[in-house]
């Protein structure tokens, strides 16, 4: 896949530095100077992108000049790289994980090791030696709740003397909470200290577990703080944590699950609705219970909802190359006759590839199928755009107009995202069409032959022949044009999954 270098970007460099540009920034560093993760030449979407914002008196020149992910430098903006690199590098650790990742399992990020601490408890006081050697003796305030003196004291502690509080919430890193945190520590201090507890260790010394602040404690680790302040809570139980914690949680209006977070925005109604349901299910809320909690005369609207709402995440999302084909939301002059309704890009691509029935898998589990079946709709759309309507060399041939002419089409897109995800289905073994971009995590190996159907789909010479060439052909442009009979046109012209996967290579008859 191409590096991406707009024309703009290269008349504002030096002459002498635009010849080469490509391969001069690929010999500096094959890696993305934002996330640091090795580039895939085949499948990444690379852009060129200045270290220093150029709106903040960065110099217009190549040495100013990186590769990054297209995905890594549309989200940078204009920051600093030096601000969203180690955001970025963390986030690319976490997609390197299976999902439902812990404070605990983030620490390897860090090169973060815990260890058990001696301390003394006396009357009044508790002395605990720290990894750093340092000595602290706390005084403990005090707080009575339901006859109990909780004693608790506010200390500084280095990296690795902190361990995650597995028994307790919250138990999932959010990566989007991680940044907000982070983002807000570069301009305030950390608001409230995250809350730990005391505990014996096997060894008779004691472990300082945190229970509740993993994000704030993490975006200051990525701002390279070398200690926290921590509320360290000295007598209290696991069970008591937990109670803490839950309660905290239950004053606080709870965020909706993810995957129905466009859904409660389409009417108070829904919120209201979803919130009550929420709240009666915790943990084993999910879309299906949802539809089954709303009144039986609901649940055909219901159901349209949560579908929308998967579609109005895409829909939104800026990483997306498609929606600059899409009408009222393109910015690109050279795009603007090829522009496609918004309505057709919901119902001919996006509805075909999410999967519309509820789930019922619950919470957390059910919100992270959703997240990966979007992450992967993206990646697999990107790849196609890219390959099939993105001009090559600044300005698109007379082919690829007629190629985009043709493929945007209705039907076009219709059969185009249907076939897509069937070879999907088959590239990666997934045993249900409907959840091909859902159940698994594709691997880079199967990201490459996806590609690789895709650049076949391209090939085809339906995208380029006379539509007089023959009566099959005929009856495809009649098909896309008419938008009916398409499964049957496509396949009479072995455009099948079985063609983009090279087992049934086209005959040289195959317009016959």
């Known amino acids: 896949m191409a590096i991406k270098i707009s024309s703009a970007l290269k008349k504002k460099l030096p002459p002498d530095q635009v010849q080469g540009l490509e391969d001069f920034l690929w010999s500096k560093y094959k890696k993305c100077h934002l996330c640091s993760k090795s580039f895939n030449r085949t499948t990444d979407l690379i852009e060129a992108d200045h270290d220093d914002p150029t709106a903040e008196g960065g110099a217009q020149s190549r040495e100013n000049l990186w590769l990054a992910h297209k995905k890594c430098n549309a989200f940078k903006k204009n920051f600093p790289s030096i601000l969203v690199r ?8 976490l997609e390197s994980k299976p999902v439902n990742i812990k404070y605990g399992e983030c620490l390897e990020h860090f090169s973060i090791k815990p260890v058990s601490l001696y301390g003394e408890k006396q009357k009044n006081k508790f002395t605990v030696h720290l990894p750093t050697n340092e000595i602290v003796t706390l005084t403990p305030f005090e707080e009575k709740v339901r006859n109990k003196k909780f004693e608790y004291a506010y200390v500084e502690l280095p990296k690795n003397s902190i361990f995650n509080d597995e028994e307790c919430q919250p138990r999932v890193i959010k990566i989007k909470q991680v940044w907000a945190i982070f983002n ?62 839950n309660s905290i949680q239950s004053r606080i209006q709870k965020l909706p699950l993810s995957a129905l977070e466009q859904a409660v925005k389409l009417s108070d109604e829904w919120k209201d609705l979803f919130q009550n349901y929420e709240q ?8 299906a219970g949802f539809i089954k909690f709303v009144q039986a005369s609901q649940r055909l609207r219901a159901t349209a909802a949560l579908k929308a709402s998967f579609i109005d995440r895409l829909i939104k999302n800026e990483d997306l190359l498609i929606l600059e084909y899409v009408e009222g939301i393109s910015r690109l002059e050279e795009n603007m006759k090829f522009l496609i309704k918004e309505t057709t890009i919901k119902t001919k691509v996006f509805d075909k590839l999410i999967f519309s029935k509820p789930l019922s898998t619950s919470g957390q589990d059910g919100a992270d199928l959703r997240d ?37 089409y209705q039907a ?13 289905r088959h590239i990666c073994a997934i045993d249900s069409d409907e959840r091909a971009l859902m159940d698994k995590e594709i691997s880079e190996p199967n990201w490459i032959k996806i590609s690789n159907a895709i650049k076949n789909l391209i090939d085809h010479p339906i ?14 442009g009649d098909a896309i044009s008419g938008n009916q009979n398409i499964d049957e046109a496509f396949k009479g012209i072995g455009l099948t999954v079985g ?8 005959s040289a008859t195959w317009y016959n």
């Open 86 to 93: 180690p955001f970025l590098e963390f986030e690319a650790f």
């Open 184 to 245: 807000d520590l570069h301009i305030n201090p950390l608001y409230e200290a995250p809350g730990c507890r005391l505990e014996s260790s096997d060894d008779g010394n004691y472990k300082i577990l945190m229970f509740d602040g993993q994000h704030k404690t993490i975006a200051n680790w990525l701002l390279d703080r070398k200690t926290i302040v921590v509320k360290l809570y000295m007598n209290m139980n696991r069970t008591e944590a937990n109670q803490l914690v």
């Open 280 to 287: 009666e299910s915790g943990e084993k809320a999910s879309e």
């Open 372 to 408: 990966r079946e979007q992450k992967n709709i993206i990646r697999l759309l990107n790849l196609f755009v890219n390959e099939a309507w993105e001009p090559k060399g600044g300005k698109r041939s007379e082919l690829e107009e007629l190629r985009l002419g043709r493929m945007k």
């Open 412 to 424: 076009s897109l219709q059969y185009i995202s249907e076939v897509l995800k069937k070879t999907v």
């Open 463 to 476: 995208w380029s022949c006379d539509f007089e060439l023959s009566k099959k052909v005929k009856f495809l």
């Open 499 to 506: 063609y983009l996967v090279d087992a049934d290579p086209l």
